[in-house]
């Protein structure tokens, strides 16, 4: 008869992997939390951000009001006119042609609107961002993460939707002690 002379070898091993998962949380480093929409709303960019944003649609709008006008002028000869006459053709085409121009300029001047509004976001995310991470440096913090507080409504409208807000969502509980981000809108002013 044979025995296996090692079978405490995969025991061992077991149990060493075992406690080092098991060990303390303070190995594992300190951690924060930041709620980085709120962040954001605080920074002192955001409100010119979305004030040029705001103008910017404002003055798209009012431009597309003046070419309307001008183009229910042309409709209104349009309607006046006999189907007959010789020059209906030109103004049925002219009509269109300031219809489609007005349409056209008005989604250009909204995606221009929307681009810089972006943009102008992305520079202060990575402003808050950039501010978070000193922060951490000077804490000591080795890791921070997003956070949005348990009382924000997910305000889903559909199942995918709740999928991805739920997602969007990794941390699901943070002690008020570990949650950083009244200390990084303090920096913002």
Same mark, same amino acid.
């Given at each position: 008869?044979?025995?296996?002379?090692?079978?405490?070898? /995969?025991?061992?091993?077991?149990?060493?992997?075992?406690?080092?998962?098991?060990? /303390?949380?303070?190995?594992?480093?300190?951690?924060?939390?930041?709620? #980085?929409?709120?962040?954001?709303?605080?920074? /002192? =960019?955001?409100?010119?951000?979305?004030?040029?944003?705001? $103008?910017?649609?404002?003055?798209?709008?009012?431009?597309?009001?003046? $070419?309307?006008?001008?183009?229910?002028?042309?409709?209104?000869?349009?309607?006046?006119?006999?189907?007959?006459?010789?020059?209906?053709?030109?103004?049925?085409?002219?009509?269109?042609? =300031?219809?489609?121009?007005?349409?056209?300029?008005?989604?250009? +001047?909204?995606?221009?609107?929307? =681009?810089?509004?972006?943009?102008?976001?992305?520079? #202060?995310?990575?402003?808050?961002?950039?501010?978070?991470?000193?922060?951490?440096?000077?804490?000591?913090? +080795?890791?921070?993460?997003?956070?949005?507080?348990?009382?924000? /409504?997910?305000?889903?409208?559909?199942?995918?939707?709740?999928?991805?807000?739920?997602?969007?969502?990794?941390?699901?509980?943070?002690?008020?002690?570990? +949650? %950083?981000?009244?200390? %990084? %809108?303090? =920096?913002?002013?």
């Amino acid at each position: 008869m044979r025995f296996n002379v090692l079978p405490w070898k /995969p025991a061992l091993v077991a149990l060493a992997v075992a406690l080092l998962w098991c060990a /303390p949380a303070e190995a594992a480093g300190k951690t924060a939390v930041v709620d #980085i929409v709120k962040a954001m709303q605080a920074h /002192p =960019r955001t409100k010119v951000v979305e004030d040029k944003f705001e $103008q910017a649609q404002k003055n798209a709008e009012n431009e597309l009001n003046l $070419q309307d006008k001008d183009i229910q002028e042309l409709k209104r000869e349009l309607e006046a006119m006999p189907a007959e006459a010789p020059e209906r053709i030109e103004k049925e085409k002219l009509y269109q042609r =300031r219809v489609s121009n007005a349409k056209f300029n008005y989604e250009w +001047d909204m995606r221009l609107a929307v =681009r810089e509004y972006v943009l102008g976001l992305e520079r #202060i995310y990575g402003a808050v961002r950039g501010e978070v991470g000193r922060y951490a440096k000077e804490q000591g913090l +080795d890791i921070v993460l997003q956070y949005t507080p348990a009382i924000t /409504p997910l305000n889903a409208g559909d199942p995918k939707d709740f999928a991805l807000k739920t997602r969007l969502r990794g941390v699901l509980f943070a002690a008020n002690e570990v +949650d %950083i981000t009244a200390a %990084i %809108i303090k =920096r913002f002013k």
